[in-house]
């Protein structure tokens, strides 16, 4: 399973980004081998639909679990249709330390 | 090791947190703990008024399973009512259509879709969560 955490730049230290349609990167952890990657969000900057493009996205690459700040009406309705668990944190946080939290379990 | 047990599909949970005997003097002891599950199979059972088989099939068990949960809320009940024992609802071994829940130690909120376990948090793996009411 992959589990993806919404991320403000392309390394671990980067802050954790609120937002999940317009993130700026995102940072893809790969539980059944642990390879992890950061891939640019195209649609961080689109007109209109990011939220819906980006579910689409993360079904495309089989994402099982998706860490961010906030999700819109759109983005939720369409993870929950593929069941793609939706964790919402509103701490503070660097992508690093969340990446920590569920490496342990 | 044990067969891990398979979740039971819940309508709706309790809508209250428990009950207390009332009139009681003395100690009240231990409370008893009435999991999502055995509320939900004593509703089927007893409120709605269906047979083990068809409220078996709502809930994703075998009858015999069903039974078994029936068995146990009816043995917790007995125990809570002669013993004037306080009774506390406990998220059991249940998933919910459309759930989220609260981990008490991160504060994280998580859906549970179909098929995930949801009893442990998503972002850090405590036990310790609850219900987010709909």
Redesign the interface.
């Known amino acids: 399973m992959k589990t993806v955490i919404t991320a403000a730049g392309n390394n671990v230290s980067a802050a954790f980004d609120k937002r999940f349609g317009r993130a700026a990167w995102f940072c893809v952890y790969d539980h059944a081998n642990g390879a992890l990657a950061f891939e640019k969000n195209d649609f961080a900057d689109a007109q209109g639909g990011a939220g819906t493009k980006v579910s689409e996205l993360m079904v495309e690459w089989g994402v099982g679990?998706v860490?961010s700040g906030d999700f819109g009406p759109k983005a939720k309705d369409l993870?929950?249709r593929f069941?793609?668990?939706?964790?919402?944190?509103?701490?503070d946080a660097t992508v690093e330390t969340?990446l920590e939290?569920?490496k342990?379990? | 090791m044990a067969r891990p047990r398979r979740l039971r599909k819940i309508v709706a949970p309790p809508r209250f947190k428990g009950y207390r005997p009332h009139g009681h003097q003395g100690l009240t002891g231990k409370p008893v703990e009435l999991l999502y599950e055995e509320y939900e199979a004593l509703k089927l059972a007893d409120y709605d008024g269906l047979d083990h088989q068809a409220a078996s099939q709502l809930m994703g068990v075998s009858r015999p399973t069903f039974a078994r949960i029936y068995q146990s809320v009816r043995k917790k009940l007995a125990l809570a009512l002669v013993e004037a024992r306080p009774l506390v609802a406990v998220y059991g071994n249940a998933w919910m259509d459309?759930s989220w829940f609260v981990c008490n130690s991160?504060?994280?909120?998580?859906?549970?879709?179909?098929?995930?376990d949801g009893s442990?948090c998503?972002?850090?793996?405590s036990s310790s969560v609850a219900l987010i009411e709909p």
Do not use: F
């Open positions: 679990k860490i993870l929950d069941k793609v668990q939706m964790v919402v944190v509103e701490e969340l939290r569920i342990k379990q | 459309k991160c504060k994280a909120r998580y859906s549970v879709p179909e098929g995930v442990c998503a972002l850090c793996g």
